[in-house]
């Protein structure tokens, strides 16, 4: 079901909810996917982000704390993380 709408398709019972797209001009999945909800929300996607823009290797707990510290870059890419989430829940 989306929006209260039967999905119907060979791929409808698949759970390919990973791919939905939740950002126009969100990064790239490995799959290609611009913005899917993969390449916004996985961990690794998301420490991937975080380690290009603080230019080192940075794992997914240490990018909460640095965005919970203030860090802006790890709390923007929390931020964009949570409304993606929002955007696929909704």
């Not at 993969?38 to 420490?47: D, G």
């Not at 080192?56 to 909460?64: H, N, Q, W």
């Not at 640095?66 to 964009?80: F, H, K, M, S, T």
């Amino acid at each position: 079901m989306v929006r209260g709408h039967l999905v119907t398709g060979d791929d409808a019972g698949l759970g390919l909810v990973g791919h939905v797209p939740v950002a126009a001009t969100g990064p790239m999945c490995a799959e290609g996917h611009t913005g899917c909800a993969t390449a916004m929300l996985a961990m690794p996607s998301i420490a991937a982000a975080a380690s290009v823009a603080l230019l080192r290797r940075v794992g997914y707990d240490e990018i909460l704390d640095l965005a919970e510290a203030g860090d802006p870059a790890a709390g923007r890419i929390v931020a964009n993380a949570g409304h993606a989430l929002g955007r696929l829940l909704h």
